[in-house]
């Protein structure tokens, strides 16, 4: 059975559409960008490794659905015969508030709200709406679900969720603690549970989803208790152009000195800060352990820094659980990088984490143990896959 997973932002709509079985595989993927713009363009591949692309004027999402139907649908380089082939669509949705505390079927209530949630993802919900609207259009019969980052953490008690801000600031706009990444986190750790022959709900674990965006979550016996990213995915570790943790008061410093308005500030703090910021070399962490084996002083700063405050996010998870099971290294940095894990990992002994620095050299993109047989907390690197849980979670909904 097909599943489309769609992940559509305001001028871009990127697409998987995966064989759903005993062993999920992804048939064809793809992304159209430069909706609205004065030419657009597709780029698609298969899993036979054909690729198309063209450039096109996609004037709306609508169109840009049809263009992905079109290549998927394609003799040469698509991959159905026929779009009845499509069984259902599974669409990312950034933001789900306190509505949703897990994946739903998309009617029209669940599409109101939505849109009642556009203020707190005024980026990103409205064009996950545009989405859904022109599968709507496209594929009127076929079921959709959606599938929200935040949703995972809406378990997480109100002693992590609120800020020290006038309790009115919640009731009136509901200003608080989301986080994100909650697809990830939860596919992590329920996956490592699996290998490990767990039982998620009797261990403490701490997910380390370290990529471009990064972001630890405390899960309790199955439940997120605590995550690092807030009422917007600014807050945190560090990360590769967003500062993470940073004082208000020196926010408010710069943009005096810098006479920055609100919104360059945003952009400031999204784009400009974190690794590449400090580093003033990259946000790649490729460039920027390759800068620190070649002596550059400033990449050895970032990475330390890199690896303190992750560091310091898992301390403080395995103090607010009371001990942890199992910490779990994922994304693109977490599945790849030895050199982040072993500056996070070691010297870890007080908590009861003995690394396995042989195992974990030269270990990338793999599900492995990274500590060693005696260590009480089990560290383990594990790849995340955000649209095979999307279409895993369509599948359960539409056809139980
Ligand atoms: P993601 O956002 O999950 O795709 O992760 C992107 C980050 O992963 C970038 O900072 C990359 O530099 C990092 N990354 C990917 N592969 C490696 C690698 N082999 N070694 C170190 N970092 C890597």
Redesign the pocket.
Known sequence: MNVLVLNCGSSSIKYQLLEMGENPEVRAKGLVERIGLKMGCLAHKNNRNDRYETETEVTNHTVGIKLVLAALTNKDYGVIESLDEIKAVGHRVAHGGEYFTESVLINDDVIDKIKDCCDLAPLHNPAHLLGMYAMQEVLPSVPQVAVFDTSFHQSMPASSYMYPLPYSLYEQYKIRRYGFHGTSHRFVAEKACDILGWDIKDKKIITCHL???ASITAIKYGDSVDTSMGFTPVEGVMM?TRTGDLDLGALLFIMEKEKMSVSDANSFINKKCGTAGVSEIS????DL?LADANGDERAKLTLDMYAHRVKKYIGSYAAVMNGVDLIIMT???GE??CDTRKRVLSDMNYLGVEFDAVKNTDL?GQDDTISTSDSKVKVMTITTDEELVIALDTVKLVFG
Request: no cysteine; aromatic share 0%; proline share 0%.
């Open positions: 990529g471009n965006g590769g946000s790649d962490m490729r352990e994304g693109g940095i790849n990088s990338r």
